[in-house]
């Protein structure tokens, strides 16, 4: 059973461009999560999405950022007009289920640079 | 709000040292609490858990046990390996939402 796939794990952009995450959770998860992680700390939500909801998004920012789960597909994180401060690692996390007792299992990462 | 208060690393140790990495927590309700490790260029890893109080998470040596009087997930191994050199975090789940709360992670070293 393949574990969270997220490509690309680097992505390089310039100031004003879009960037696309993704992530394709374990098979049989349909809770996907959302966090970014800042240098020098730890991981911030940001979304939770189930198959072609979004959940929670109190942790996404108000603009530029979007997330999306279709029903087919991996989970999308899109940001658009990049700016130097969105340069991060971007981890996506999924889930047979809801509630605390559940593990999260995390994908190895995408580490956005913007240049 | 529910959030997680983390040991400051980094944190340096010989091989076969003591380790003790502290958590605090802060919830309203009762969080199921959670030990991730990291390595270098890596996702972050299941390292134990403990879903309600008095529970003991224990993996690949390490423990953490989930006090209640004290809101405290401590991570302790007795006697760690270079292999251990990581980023461990504290996380806490809530029973209500799903979001995960983490710490900021401590950076383990351990020399040969």
Redesign the interface.
């Known amino acids: 059973n393949a574990g969270?796939m997220?490509n690309p794990r680097h992505l390089v952009r310039r100031r004003g461009q879009e960037a696309r995450l993704r992530c394709s959770p374990m098979k049989g998860h349909s809770?996907v999560?959302w966090?970014r992680q800042l240098p020098?700390?730890?991981?911030?939500?940001m979304v939770?999405l189930q198959k072609e909801n979004i959940?929670?998004e109190?942790?996404m920012p108000k603009e530029r950022f979007s997330a999306e789960f279709p029903k087919e597909g991996p989970s999308i994180l899109r940001i658009q007009q990049v700016v130097r401060g969105d340069s991060a690692a971007y981890?996506c996390?999924s889930?047979p289920g809801?509630?605390?007792?559940?593990?999260?299992?995390?994908?190895?990462?995408t580490r956005l640079t913007v240049l | 709000g529910d959030s997680v208060t983390q040991m400051e690393g980094p944190v340096t140790l010989s091989e076969e040292a003591f380790l003790t990495i502290n958590c605090t927590y802060t919830a309203t309700g009762y969080p199921s609490l959670f030990w991730y490790v990291q390595y270098p260029g890596e996702g972050l890893q299941l390292l134990l858990k403990a879903t309600k109080a008095d529970d003991k998470g224990s993996n690949k040596g390490f423990e953490a046990t989930y006090r209640k009087e004290t809101t405290s997930f401590h991570l302790e191994k007795g006697s760690v390996q270079v292999s251990d050199s990581a980023v461990y975090f504290c996380a806490l789940s809530d029973r209500v939402v799903s979001q995960f709360y983490f710490g900021t992670g401590t950076s383990l070293t351990v020399i040969p």
């Open positions: 969270v997220q809770h999560y966090y020098e700390e730890g991981l911030k939500f939770y959940i929670d109190s942790g981890f996390a889930s809801q509630g605390a007792g559940y593990e999260q299992f995390f994908g190895p990462g």
